[in-house]
């Protein structure tokens, strides 16, 4: 199949944001093309899912399709910070659908070929490099084959850019900034066999995942760095995140793989919950200062969704779900502006409020309360508030009381009327992982 000359939308990016914009508008009948520079599946990370991401698996119409590949099921979070272990569950907020463990390259091809199913033209292999944008009439996307010589460019009348951490257009218009609040990087890598927690913080082996579904368990670690433990289909994902300080403390003359491995071992409970497992040799990866500030999220008629947008750090595991939430809402815009174009900018504009309002929401709970506090919008944060309902105020208020990182949104709650009926657990640590 060959890139066709024009459609109504160019989507850059196959990832969970681009899938759901793209599905959405196909869905709704529009002529669509997604080019996506790697070849699915390809591995990513981000393993951890908030119950919320099924609604957006409805919508896209492939729900079957991820029941059916039968990903972890979780219990819940295990969060140890400070002295106290705390547990939470999204069934004591009203979500009855499980939270997933999934492997992001297959997670992630489900959805792709769900929007293509959908209608979207998929091209991958096909690398975006320049978007033309044009003013309010149309754009064109320039692009390079990446298979075979050739390069070329599409015009559409809307573009989502969904590229993730490639931020394609906030680079190319430079308005990609970094946040100083959350200067921070991750590595990560996996492991195979051995123990996991369940949500009675009990150690079993992986071989029990299905009987006794495990939870991802957090530590916090130093200032304010922390790690993750995830167990998945065959493998544990483990990742550490530190400031680049505390990363150049764990060994500056090692290479990225030794200091991964140090610091994962110096990790409270991972370090010793890892100990049964073993660690898949070259598996591991490393991200640095990736946390970077939403200034425009849409510029005439280009929408910039998830990673692409906006990125805070992963402690909330929200990235993917709300990254299909952005798609989603683009979409929207998208087919409001194409049946009534002399309203694109108040549509546009729309997408910018609602899309920054919850932003600003993760921001606040992902923070450290002693940075950046000016920043801070109380009005504007209470407002987007008030807009959940009860169950997700309250999650987001318990979510703030697993670590000392949101004490902001906690004040917020102050001026909201809500009965503040936390509800978490402190746990014992286990024994052998204290
Ligand atoms: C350390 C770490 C841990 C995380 N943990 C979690 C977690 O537990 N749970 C969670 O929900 N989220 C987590 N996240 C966040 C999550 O990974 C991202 O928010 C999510 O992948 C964003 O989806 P996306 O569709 O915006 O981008 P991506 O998934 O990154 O997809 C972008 C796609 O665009 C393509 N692309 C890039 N540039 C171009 C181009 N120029 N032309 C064409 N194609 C292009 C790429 O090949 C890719 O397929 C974590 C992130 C990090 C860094």
């Known amino acids: 199949m060959k890139i066709p000359p024009k459609c109504d939308v160019v989507v850059v990016g196959g990832g969970p944001a681009g899938s759901m914009a793209s599905g959405m508008l196909a869905k709704a009948g529009f002529d669509v093309v997604l080019l996506d520079k790697a070849r699915h599946p390809r591995p990513t990370v981000g393993e951890s899912l908030l119950p919320h991401f099924w609604n957006s698996a409805d919508l896209l119409g492939v729900t079957e399709e991820i029941e059916a590949a039968r990903f972890v099921e979780k219990a819940g979070a295990l969060v140890l910070w400070g002295d106290s272990l705390r547990r939470s569950s999204f069934k004591d907020f009203g979500h009855f659908r499980k939270p997933l463990h999934v492997d992001r390259d297959c ?89 996991y927690l369940d949500f009675e913080s009990e150690i079993r082996p992986v071989s029990q995942l299905r009987d006794h579904p495990p939870v991802t368990v957090v530590t916090a670690l130093g200032d304010w760095g922390w790690a993750w433990h995830i167990p998945l289909r065959e493998t544990i994902s483990v990742g550490v995140i530190l400031t680049p300080e505390r990363w150049k403390e764990v060994g500056k003359d090692a290479d990225m793989e030794t200091r991964f491995l140090r610091a994962v071992d110096a990790s409270p409970v991972i370090g010793k919950l890892v100990g049964a497992s073993e660690f898949i040799e070259g598996s591991a990866s490393f991200m640095r200062d990736y946390a970077y500030k939403p200034v425009r999220l849409a510029v005439d008629g280009c929408y910039l969704v998830g990673d692409a947008a906006a990125f805070v750090d992963p402690i909330n595991s929200a990235g993917v779900t709300f990254g299909m939430y952005a798609g989603i809402l683009s979409a929207w815009a998208i087919e409001m502006s194409m049946k009534n174009r002399s309203r694109s900018a108040n549509y546009q504009a729309l997408f910018e409020r609602q899309y920054l309002e919850r932003l600003r929401l993760f921001r606040l709970l992902a923070v450290p309360a002693d940075r950046g506090r000016g920043e801070d919008d109380h009005e504007a944060s209470l407002k987007s508030l008030r807009a959940f309902s009860d169950n997700e105020k309250l999650l987001a208020l318990t979510t703030s009381f697993l670590t000392n990182r949101s004490e902001r949104i906690q004040r917020l709650f102050e001026d909201l009327e809500l009965n503040a009926d936390l509800r978490y657990g402190d746990f014992p640590i286990p024994g052998r992982l204290a």
């Open 107 to 195: 997670f992630d091809k489900i959805l792709l070929d769900g929007t293509a199913r959908r209608g979207t033209s998929v091209f991958e292999r096909v690398q975006a490099t320049r978007v033309d944008l044009g003013g309010t009439s149309s754009k064109r996307v320039h692009y390079r084959c990446l298979d075979e010589e050739g390069e070329g460019s599409i015009e559409a009348d809307f573009v989502v850019d969904a590229s993730g951490q490639s931020a394609l257009v906030a680079r190319q218009e430079r308005f990609r900034v970094f946040d100083e609040d959350l200067r921070f990087s991750a590595a990560w890598g996996y492991y195979a066999g051995g123990e």
